[in-house]
């Protein structure tokens, strides 16, 4: 399965970026989807996850309440909103997929998601 993470950029704090996971051949609703970030010289971090209906979502400490995690059927896109962005949240996002794993504290870390990958993109957060 091969992910196609988009929307990276440079944003001034404070401001909003959306990014967007997309697949070739492969219906993003048949999989729990993630979020992952990993800043320069920091461990891989989970940000958000979507279950396979989008009913069940959960967000990471550092986050919750600034970001949302959606998912279009029709165009088989995971979206990720990022509001009110500070410099802490500079970055590669990436996006990640697996039938098997439960979206929630638990299930979002890396190793849990060995459906695929996207090959990630650049929030940069500076003034």
């Known amino acids: 399965v091969q992910l196609q993470a988009s929307g990276g950029g440079l944003v001034q704090p404070g401001g909003s970026l959306r990014l967007s996971c997309t697949a070739s051949?492969?219906?993003?609703?048949?999989?729990?989807i993630a979020w992952f970030r990993q800043a320069p010289e920091k461990e891989r971090e989970g940000v958000s996850c979507?279950?396979?209906?989008?009913?069940?979502?959960f967000y990471g400490d550092s986050v919750r309440g600034r970001f949302t995690i959606s998912r279009d059927s029709a165009t088989n896109t995971v979206y990720l909103q990022m509001n009110s962005l500070t410099p802490e949240d500079t970055a590669v996002y990436y996006c990640?997929?697996?039938?098997?794993?439960?979206?929630?504290?638990?299930?979002?870390?890396?190793?849990?998601?060995?459906?695929?990958w996207g090959q990630g993109t650049l929030v940069t957060v500076s003034s």
């Open positions: 979507i279950d396979r209906t989008g009913d069940r979502t």
């Open positions: 051949g492969f219906s993003l609703g048949s999989s729990t």
């Open positions: 990640a997929s697996d039938q098997f794993t439960l979206c929630g504290r638990a299930g979002l870390v890396p190793y849990g998601f060995l459906g695929g």
